[in-house]
C-alpha cells in the first residue's frame, strides 16, 4: 500500500519472522506532558526490546502510515501542538492532509493488520461510555477488532467507560476476551473488574493465534493482563476519583472527544498523579507480556 510506510528495522524482523510488537502513539501525543512523553515512549520501546521482540510505534506523518518511528519522528509527535487524534475513520483526512497524527487503539490495530504485526501492546481499550443509554456513545476501537487480525494486549479496558457493557457488546461482536493467566477481568487501575473471564496461559494463547492463523480468521483477539499487584490502585479510592471527575464532566458540559482528556487530567489531579504512575506501570507490563509472547509465537 502507497500509504504504509514500514521503518527498515520493523521490515527486516518482519521478513526474517522475527517477533514485533506495535505500539499506539496517542499515549505519546495526548497521554503525558514534553518531555515525559518521550521517556515514557523510549522506556516502553526499550521493555520490548529486553524481552527479545522490535517494538513498532505507529503515527502517521508526512501522508504516511509510519509504522516504527525513529528516536527524531517520536520528537516530532511529543513536542506538536496540534497532533490529530487520529481513528481508524479519520484516516483519509489526515493522510490527504499529511496532518501529524497520533494513532488510536483502532488505526493502531488497522496499521499492525497491514503491516501483518500479530502483537499490540497498549494500555486500555477504548468502549462503551458510561450513559451509553443517553449519548451511545462506544469507541470505534471495538468495531475495529472487528476486523484487524491482532492480538491486543491491554488492561482491559478504561475504568472511565463502562467495563461490564464494554466487555458485552465484544462479546456481541465476535471479538474473543480472554484473561492472562486470570479468571478475572481486570480493571485498568484495579486486578478485578467483578467480571468473570476465560482464563488462558501463553501456551495455550500461542497455539490459539496458530489455529487461527490457519482458519484464515481476521478479528483480534483482546488479551486482559491485570496490572502488577504492587502498582494497582485501591478500587473505593480511583472509583470514587473517577466518579467525581465524571460529575465534574457533566457539570461543566465536557463530552465527546474532549470527555477523555479531561477526564483523565482530572483524575491525575485527583488522584495525586498516583493514576499516571499505575497507568506508566500497566503500559510497561503489558508491552512485556507482549513481547514474550511474540517471541513464544515465533518459535513455535
Same mark, same amino acid.
Given at each position: 500500500m502507497e500509504f504504509l510506510k514500514v521503518s527498515p528495522e520493523v521490515q527486516r524482523a518482519l521478513d526474517e519472522g522475527q517477533p514485533v510488537v506495535a505500539l499506539e502513539s496517542t499515549i505519546i501525543s495526548h497521554g503525558f506532558p514534553y518531555p515525559e512523553n518521550v521517556k515514557m515512549a523510549k522506556e516502553v520501546e526499550g521493555v520490548i526490546r529486553e524481552n527479545g521482540a522490535v517494538p513498532a510505534t505507529i503515527a502517521i506523518l508526512d501522508g504516511k502510515i509510519c509504522v516504527g518511528l525513529s528516536e527524531d519522528e517520536i520528537n516530532v509527535l511529543a513536542t506538536s501542538p496540534d497532533a490529530f487524534k487520529a481513528s481508524y475513520r479519520d484516516l483519509p483526512r489526515v493522510l490527504a492532509g499529511k496532518m501529524i497524527g497520533a494513532t488510536t487503539v483502532a488505526t493502531t490495530a488497522y496499521a499492525a493488520h497491514?503491516?501483518?504485526?500479530?502483537?499490540?501492546?497498549?494500555?486500555?481499550?477504548? $468502549? =462503551?461510555?458510561?450513559?451509553?443509554? @443517553? +449519548?451511545?456513545?462506544?469507541? #470505534?476501537?471495538?468495531?475495529?477488532?472487528?476486523?484487524?487480525? !491482532?492480538?491486543?494486549?491491554?488492561?482491559?479496558?478504561?475504568?472511565?467507560?463502562?467495563?461490564?457493557?464494554?466487555?458485552?457488546?465484544?462479546?456481541?461482536? $465476535? =471479538?474473543?476476551?480472554?484473561?492472562? @493467566? +486470570?479468571?478475572?477481568?481486570? #480493571?485498568?487501575?484495579?486486578?478485578?473488574?467483578?467480571?468473570? !473471564?476465560?482464563?488462558?496461559?501463553?501456551?495455550?494463547?500461542?497455539?490459539?493465534?496458530?489455529?487461527?492463523?490457519?482458519?484464515d480468521l481476521d478479528y483480534a483477539v483482546s488479551l486482559a493482563v491485570p496490572i502488577p499487584e504492587e502498582d494497582a490502585l485501591d478500587p473505593d479510592f480511583i472509583e470514587k476519583t473517577i466518579a467525581d471527575a465524571i460529575r465534574e464532566a457533566e457539570q461543566k458540559g465536557i463530552s465527546g472527544k474532549a470527555a477523555t482528556p479531561f477526564l483523565l487530567a482530572t483524575i491525575k489531579e485527583k488522584s495525586g498523579g498516583k493514576s499516571v504512575d499505575a497507568n506508566i506501570a500497566l503500559v510497561k507490563n503489558n508491552a512485556k507480556v507482549a513481547a514474550q509472547l511474540a517471541v513464544s509465537y515465533h518459535q513455535s
Open positions: 497491514l503491516a501483518g504485526i500479530r502483537f499490540f501492546a497498549t494500555g486500555g481499550l477504548g $468502549g =462503551v461510555h458510561r450513559g451509553v443509554n @443517553e +449519548t451511545f456513545d462506544i469507541s #470505534a476501537d471495538l468495531p475495529t477488532l472487528t476486523k484487524t487480525k !491482532v492480538c491486543v494486549v491491554s488492561a482491559g479496558v478504561k475504568s472511565i467507560l463502562d467495563v461490564p457493557k464494554t466487555v458485552e457488546y465484544l462479546e456481541t461482536l $465476535g =471479538v474473543p476476551v480472554y484473561g492472562y @493467566e +486470570t479468571d478475572r477481568y481486570p #480493571a485498568f487501575y484495579t486486578r478485578d473488574a467483578g467480571i468473570p !473471564v476465560e482464563k488462558i496461559a501463553k501456551d495455550e494463547l500461542v497455539q490459539l493465534l496458530k489455529t487461527q492463523d490457519q482458519l
